[in-house]
């Protein structure tokens, strides 16, 4: 089991960016709360099983699915770095330009 969990910046950005959405557009944070939920025992199950996510083209860099998110993660012997979460509806070329 992996013990130790780091976010890159750019994932904490991702993560405060959607919280804040679904927070402003459902005037509630109930939601967001819910999702922060799901993403953290999703992390856990990662942290115990970390090769459960699919392997990307890039070898170091696995994916997993999350309802409507993609959570991009790396491992190495002790860490599990998340690297970036993002929304499956938004514009794929966003997508493309963090995976290059």
């Excluded at 013990?3 to 991702?14: C, M, R």
């Excluded at 927070?23 to 993403?39: C, V």
């Excluded at 993609?70 to 794929?92: A, H, K, Q, W």
Aim: charged fraction near 25%; aromatic fraction near 12%; include cysteine.
């Amino acid at each position: 089991m992996i013990s130790k969990v780091s976010w890159t910046k750019e994932a904490q950005t991702h993560i405060k960016e959607i919280l804040e959405y679904w927070k402003t557009r459902n005037n509630s944070s109930s939601y967001s709360n819910k999702l922060l939920k799901l993403i953290h025992e999703s992390i856990l199950r990662l942290q115990a099983f970390p090769n459960i996510g699919r392997q990307t083209e890039n070898e170091k860099i696995r994916l997993k699915i999350i309802n409507n998110y993609f959570l991009y993660y790396s491992v190495n012997e002790n860490e599990l770095c998340i690297l970036g979460i993002f929304d499956t509806r938004r514009n794929p070329d966003y997508l493309k330009s963090f995976l290059e």
